[in-house]
């Protein structure tokens, strides 16, 4: 059938009709903060003396933690899968990338097993009679074979126990030492089971929230960023040769570029651009330089800024472990306040609670406006929400707030626009806080609901790639290849925003058609990551695709000028009520993982377990283009991960040459003669380097263990007040103590490199060949797990398991594969994603599907 009009194969730009346009389209926000180090995060700029400016650092917090919730969800991409394009009615139970290539008509109105989570929620609790009364009671989480899926973990107390299990101890201080941990893990079990009590389970209660977010809402604000410090007098910007005085205002944006002059992004000509006009616009408006006219940013010397910021660097560097405590203990104490609300009269998390620094905008990829400068947000520019009746917080002394609303239809705190894209920055409740909780939930389940309407909606597609009208042929297509191929929606973008596109936006150029039926997609998808895949489509999809890049068409054209998102949502939701490209993305992301963990079987180690698990979730990172970039320590860590399962080989070559000197029949055995064949695995010189780099490395560790002790006993002189006398004996014992493990080491290696060297070992007298080979078999699970951890870390380099896992898995998924496979939960889930997904974990039990 052919297109009637000859209209339809133009591009809207060339009629008199315009397409549809999107409104108030902006790109997502992107964090500034390169650094995953959680002691780098006060802005260099902010700081002269790190140990006189403690108080300062108590507001300073990474940019990582201000990003909106709703970022999370897509914050890591990966390599799209090629899959094959055609909906045969048995590929409904068929992971899209195993489809067969078959066209057959599809009728897969399956229904949802889906039970309330209060239903679900009963079958883990028991009902006892107490004096006649009834009460329900929650059990301990259990998998199917009725064991418990958790473990308390060891609590210092237990720890301690076991360190004096003789009964004695060297000291009356070591003695209080064990009395005092004692109690401080009994006090925190005390407090975790009390927190866990106070845990407000809405899954319990029906709570499946409506238009109204809440009754009663209680909080005490945002944290601002602390005023700038100026830099020394010693430490200036250098223009034209010259060293030069600036306006506070203005010098604080100087040395946000002059603290990273070394990175590559101060070495964009666009950042540089962008930088230079917003510092020459706070130049004008704080009063400019009275010493220079700065006008070209080529005659701009930071070179002193830079050395001050990498004294600082290094300051922090040097700081010991107890400082840290202290310091992020002080952060704690005055953070405390920020950290919960009370809403409905409970007490709930509250996400990111500060305000944003100031600081010079990154973005990601080629972002048009990396480099300017993120001003500083003052208390006028932010609302406040909350509750009528709540003491509404006062903002800094000399400051008001924008705005108090008490608007409880909304499931904010408070909001200020961000001034680089002119959007919407929320300060909302926590990832594992009832109301998120109650929204995720809501999410997963109209994923499950969709299972229902896919087959229909399947069909429907497939009918209009056939239609007479352009625009049905073009819906048709982009639900297509989101079904398909899982791309997003995609939206209009301004000049002003990264050049990133989804299937709506894709262009001429931006497809590559090869005969018979392959396409070769090539674009920036979200976060600037490139997109390029070649996969093999429909025939009639290929064919339409054609149509739609026909003459005159041409780069810089939209390929589908008919179509928006709008559109397209409206069209999905004459099926289902909310249903939108993303519910199709969560449907097939967890349809694939339950087909996954379905060709698990159950087997092997926990480790080996949790290998085919994440290997499953990579499947479904594929699917959903989740990549990485493989970070700059990767291969470091590889090394590190192969020089121990080295070492280990070495151990177990000796342990098995130590048999072989038992009883020498024992190689020459038939059976034993592959247990023995990696004896030869290794030249004896390689063996020797190993042993030589095993002693270096315990020594090191010695030496590091030293260091560590020095600087406790420092702080504690310092906390305990400890007499100059007390001190010193400690000092005394501890150096006495480090000299006694250095030269037990000594001579243990010195006697490990011999034996290495002669092959010959010296065998103390209890041993036995059967003793040795139980030694073996230990060593054999280690090399295997750390074999294990070393595959993992290879096969998800550059794939992001943890946006589809938080995302778009549902999280009852994992928590069966747990409950199913015997799994310590803690395996899977993070402590994050274990308190955010704590309904799922109570909800659904070893044989929950999607």
Known sequence: MTVSSADEDTPLSQLNTS????????????????????????????????????????????????????????????????????????????????????????????????????????????????????????????????????????????????ATANGKTKTKAASKKVKKEEEEAVKKEEEEEEEEEATYKWWEQNDLDGEIKWETLEHNGVVFPPDYEPLPKNVKLIYDGKRVTLPPEAEEVAGFFGAMVETDHAKNPVFQKNFFNDFKQVLKESGGCPDADITEFEKCDFSEMFAHFEKVREAKKAISPQEKKRLKKEKDEFEEKYKYCYLNGRKEQVGNFRIEPPGLFRGRGAHPKTGKLKRRVPPENVIINIGKEAAVPEPPAGHQWAEVRHDNNVAWLAMWR????????????????????????????????????????????????????????????????????????????SDEEADTVGCCSLRYEHIFLKKPNK???????KDSIRFYQEVEVDKQVFKNLRIFKKPPKKPGDDLFDRLDPSILNKYFQSYLTGLTAKVFRTYNASKVMQEQLNLIPNEGTVNEKVVKFNAANRAVAILCNHQRTVSKTHETGVQKISEKIEEMVVQRIRLKRMMCQLDDKLRRKKAKKEYFAELKSMTKKQEVDIVKRAISKEHERIMARFKRDQEKLKYEKQDSHLSKAEYNEKLKQLKEDHKERLEKQKAAGQVTLAEAKKQEYEIKSNLTVEKLEQQVEKLDQRINNTMLQKQDKEDNSSVALGTSKMNYIDPRLTVMFSKKFDVPIEKLFTKTLRDKFAWAIESADADWEF
């Open 418 to 493: 961000e001034n680089i894209m002119n959007s919407v920055k929320y300060v909302r409740f926590a990832q594992n806080s009832s109301l998120k909780g109650i929204s995720d939930f809501k999410k997963f389940e109209k994923a499950r609901e969709l299972k229902k309407y896919i087959g229909a909606i399947r069909e429907d597609y497939r009918k209009k790639l056939k239609s007479e009208l352009m625009i049905d042929r073009q819906i048709a297509v982009a639900t297509y290849l989101i079904d398909v191929f899982a791309l997003r929606a995609g939206g209009e973008k």
């Open 19 to 162: 397409p549809a346009k999107l409104k108030d389209q902006h790109a997502p926000y992107f964090s500034d903060n390169d650094s995953d180090d959680d002691d780098d995060d006060m802005p260099l700029a902010n700081v002269s003396n790190f140990a006189k400016k403690r108080n300062a650092a108590l507001a300073q917090i990474s940019d990582d933690e201000y990003e909106d919730s709703e970022r999370s969800e897509d914050s890591a991409n990966g390599v799209k899968k090629e899959e094959d394009d055609d909906y045969n009615e048995d590929d409904e139970d068929v992971p899209l990338s195993q489809r067969s290539t078959t066209s057959n008509n599809s009728n897969s109105n399956g229904t949802v097993k889906s039970e309330t989570l209060v239903k679900q929620a009963a079958k883990k609790r028991k009902v006892k009679t107490e004096n006649g009364k009834t009460v329900a009671k929650t059990t301990a989480k259990k998998t199917a074979n009725g064991k418990k899926t958790t473990a308390k973990k060891p609590t210092a107390a237990a720890a301690a126990k076991k």
């Open 519 to 525: 396409v070769v997609f090539d674009f920036l998808g």
